[in-house]
């Protein structure tokens, strides 16, 4: 058995066919989570061209967001931030975004001090910056 599914009714939805989160056990396997609005086309931080290529983002916005949908994610699944243990982040641009992300997951993790590892990739199947892949306990 893989575990109980767990779909967030106030998370926005899932870019693919998985669920917001799965329980195994004691462990709570959150699917990877963006900064997108549940009911908004609108991603917090990013300003497109008319022809919808990306001219700005405000990482730290897009940070908050993520956090926030973290923590909406957990909550609906009966856990919470406290609970977390490992982040897996991945941000589209670590030279000048690591820094900012760095001292507001300091901020937003502070006592929780989950294990963390931060990858830098060229891109993610939506137009953020940024993705965290969490496991926490259930």
């Known amino acids: ?6 779909i967030s009714e106030r ?7 998985y669920p917001h989160a799965r329980r ?9 989570v963006g900064p997108r609005i549940k009911g908004q ?16 983002y ?3 916005e897009q940070c908050i967001s993520v956090f ?14 406290e609970k977390i243990v490992d982040v897996t982040v991945f941000l589209t641009n670590m030279k ?5 992300y760095n001292k507001l997951y300091a901020e937003y993790f ?18 953020i910056a940024i993705e965290l892949k969490v496991i926490a306990l259930a």
């Open 24 to 32: 195994v056990g004691n462990l709570l396997f959150l699917s990877g």
């Open 41 to 56: 086309k609108v991603i917090p931080g990013v300003i497109f061209d008319d022809k919808g290529r990306i001219v700005w």
């Open 68 to 81: 926030k949908n973290v923590r909406t994610i957990l909550e609906d699944a009966g856990s919470s931030w």
């Open 1 to 6: 058995m893989n575990g109980e599914e767990i």
């Open 11 to 17: 998370a926005p939805g899932a870019v693919g066919s």
């Open 58 to 60: 405000d990482i730290e």
């Open 96 to 100: 000048d975004d690591f820094q900012k």
């Open 110 to 127: 502070g006592e929780v001090r989950p294990t963390r590892t931060t990858v830098g990739i060229t891109a993610l199947p939506t137009p």
